[in-house]
Every structure is written in structure tokens, then in C-alpha cells.
């Protein structure tokens, strides 16, 4: 079974903090994508990525950065912790366009 | 641009009812179409991929169909248990979309079985 794990489930953050949300995925899949949930707004892409230090903007890239030094792993960072991210972070792969996620990330930031 | 839309927004059901979800989406040029179950606080989990060439995949209770020239997909769930409720979400990945095979998702569908 392919497996996306995402380093934690909920994460409480200080405004202007350096956030790091992790993603690990076993199945040496290229392709992978950090999105954002929000009521109302439905999943928004933040940043993908199509092979290691490889890295493309998605719709809404701003306030945050992604790393990618290995295959298996893809990082969000933010960079610089506002109110206004405080939203769900779902972690995705991709295998001959089948889609599989992590559990989500639900970050707070106060 | 590519648009998906899901119709209805929620929907409440006994259990033991047969249902259906639809999904629509603008641009017939696509690779394939996925649905997804979304429980409260957690991730997606994949239900059934329909590849672009493909017309129905089917798995368990669950039958999902796909109408490239129509722009449609429905998932049709029989005989559906309380456990079945959750968010139910289609996506799409562009045939033009590049080499990374980014997702478009609708908005969701909330179902609610009731015992």
C-alpha cells in the first residue's frame, strides 16, 4: 500500500514563527503537492514538485516556500506564521496520475 | 480554465438508500477523474480512478461512471450504511496540464446517512 505521512496532525504556532510541515512518501513517486483546505474554498495548491529540487508555484504560493532535497520527502515552510494560514495542510503524491494524501496537518496559528 | 463543480452541496439520506453524486467539470480534455472520501479532521482517501478511456470503474458498493463528452462523472453508492457519511470530492487532471499531473477538485459533497 503507498503510504504519505505527514511529520504531525494538529500544530499550534506563534504569528511570525518558521513553520515546518513535513511530507514523506514510500512508493518513489515524482510528483508530489502541498494543497490548503478551507471552508468554502475547497483545496487550494500551494506548491508541487516533479523531481528532487524540483519545484513549480501553484495557485496560492504566497507566504510559503517548499523544499525537496530528497524523493521521498517534500517540505512546506512558512516562512514568516500569520493568522491567515491558519488553515488544514494535506500532503499529496502522485503515481501514474493516481492520487494518494496524508492524513492533513491542522495548523493554528495565534 | 478548467472548472469542477459538485451538485449538491450536502445531502441527507435513510440508510439503505441507493444514491448518487455528481461531479461536473468544463473541459472534456482530461487524463482521468478520481473520487475521493474525506472524514471530518482527516485526509482523502482515494475510492475509484477512471482513466480518460475508461467508462465506469467499480469497487464494492461503489460505481463511479465518467462522460468525458458530457463533462460528467456520477459515483453511485448502493445501499448506504451511516459509515458512508462523509465529504465525497471529485478531481480532475488536465490533459495540458504539464508532466505533473496537478489535481482540480471540486467542492465537495457532504453526505449525511442517517441510522
Known amino acids: 500500500d503507498v503510504k504519505v505521512t505527514q511529520s504531525s496532525r494538529y500544530l499550534v504556532k506563534r504569528t511570525g514563527e518558521k513553520v515546518f510541515l513535513e511530507c514523506v512518501q514510500d512508493m518513489d513517486h515524482e510528483n508530489m503537492f502541498w494543497y490548503r483546505q478551507d471552508p468554502g474554498l475547497g483545496l487550494r495548491l500551494i506548491y508541487f514538485?516533479?523531481?528532487?529540487?524540483?519545484?513549480e508555484k501553484g495557485d496560492i504560493p504566497e507566504g510559503y516556500s517548499v523544499s525537496r532535497e530528497k524523493k521521498e520527502r517534500f517540505s512546506l515552510i512558512l516562512e514568516s506564521a500569520s493568522t491567515n494560514q491558519t488553515s488544514m495542510y494535506l500532503c499529496?503524491?502522485?503515481?501514474?496520475?493516481?492520487?494518494?494524501f496524508g492524513q492533513g496537518t491542522r495548523l493554528t496559528v495565534v | 480554465k478548467q472548472e469542477v463543480t459538485q451538485i449538491p452541496a450536502a445531502l441527507s439520506v435513510p440508510e439503505g438508500e441507493n444514491l448518487v453524486l455528481n461531479c461536473s467539470f468544463t473541459?472534456?480534455?482530461?487524463?482521468?477523474l478520481q473520487w475521493f472520501r474525506q472524514d471530518p479532521g482527516k485526509g482523502l482517501t482515494s475510492l475509484l480512478l477512471?482513466?480518460?478511456?475508461?467508462r465506469e470503474q467499480t469497487s464494492g458498493r461503489l460505481n463511479a461512471s465518467l462522460d468525458k463528452s458530457s463533462g460528467r462523472s456520477t459515483l453511485y453508492i448502493a445501499a448506504s450504511q451511516p459509515g458512508d457519511s462523509a465529504t465525497y470530492l471529485c478531481a480532475v487532471v488536465p490533459l495540458y496540464g504539464g508532466a505533473t499531473n496537478k489535481l482540480i477538485f471540486g467542492t465537495g459533497t457532504l453526505l449525511a446517512v442517517q441510522p
Open positions: 473541459d472534456s480534455a482530461i487524463y482521468n
Open positions: 499529496a503524491s502522485t503515481r501514474n496520475t493516481e492520487a494518494f
Open positions: 514538485s516533479y523531481d528532487v529540487k524540483m519545484k
Open positions: 477512471i482513466q480518460s478511456s475508461q
